[in-house]
């Protein structure tokens, strides 16, 4: 029997303590750092999650939809591929919130990434914070400040919010920005018009709608856009005041373009005749001329011969092309000036106007005929 720190202990008690401490001493070792390869890896897992701005369960983290793109992109803080993964993954899962988040954080940490940003703003307007799409749109726009979707997106945002002219301004842009106008859906110009209707103007309501249909009137000429446009003519009491049904001009070319005289509050300017422009779009100089109204808390983006430009939307009294005039006419101004359109070009005749009328063209002459009304 020996004294082990004061304590008497027997010969067999004495080897197994000495035994145990052995197996400690040889054991303790490994599991320390197995325990400490443990906590790295999870810590490391919390530190992407707290990058992104999202916070989950620990039973939702360890699934294997959601810990596999995670753990990618502990490895690779930009996967692009690995964002879009943990996002649908959170999505299935149930938090959009966090899904938004984590693609608009992606993008910002890894300068820039549309399709995160595309993806947030959509999940934010499913779950009807606008002011959150809006933000996250704007974003959109300044990463692509020439493509369409950031406007659009943006457009739904301000629309649901109930804010009608900045819906308008957006859609407008939208539609300008689009590649395609012959591909463009209805959605925009459908868009314009309810926000129109918000705000009063059910002529300028028929107008989106009218230039929708001017642009492939076999396809778009519907009973339910004559429906739209019948419901709207009679709550605002829309005419055209004309003195014949069809005016006949020769043509007039500039380079590649068609240009026409037009009358606006009176002035005659030289406009470029544009059926891919949605307004009738004047120079700064011209407007003021003719003493067009401005909106000044306006903007939008239009195409030009010298690429996209800003302006603000307003309105004339009155437009005139021979005996064709219509009456209180959604416009552009530019806020470039004279060369937005070419030199001695005031600006476009586009569809706010053309849209009321049945347009052909040949090789002299081009044709305006008053268009049924619905």
Known sequence: MRILGGVRMRRNDCKAALALLLLFCWAAPGHVNAQSRVETAEDRLAAVMERLSVKLPLLVTMRQNVRKPLDELVREPCDRTAIADLGQALLKEGYRREAANAHVRFSEICK????????????LLDLSDYAAAVTVATQLIALVPYGDNGYYLRAVAHDRAGEPQKAIDDYVTAIELFGSREKISSVSYLGIARNHE???????AILAIESWVAL????????????????????GGCTILDKSNEVVIPITRRGDVVTLSVVINGVTGILILDTGATYVALTGDFAQKAKAQVDQNSIIKMRTANGIADGKRGRANSIRVR???????????????????????DG????SFLSRFNLSMDSTNVRLRKRAAH
């Open 198 to 204: 918000k705000l009063g103007q059910f002529c300028d």
């Open 323 to 345: 005996s064709l005039e219509t009456k209180d006419v959604p416009i552009v101004v530019m806020a470039t000036e004279k060369l937005s359109f070419g030199p001695r070009v």
């Open 112 to 123: 820039g990434h549309t399709l995160s940003l595309q993806t947030a703003a959509n999940i």
């Open 348 to 351: 476009l005749l586009g569809m």
């Open 216 to 235: 492939n009137p076999v396809r778009n000429d519907t009973s339910q856009t004559r429906a739209i446009i019948a419901t709207y003519r009679s709550k």
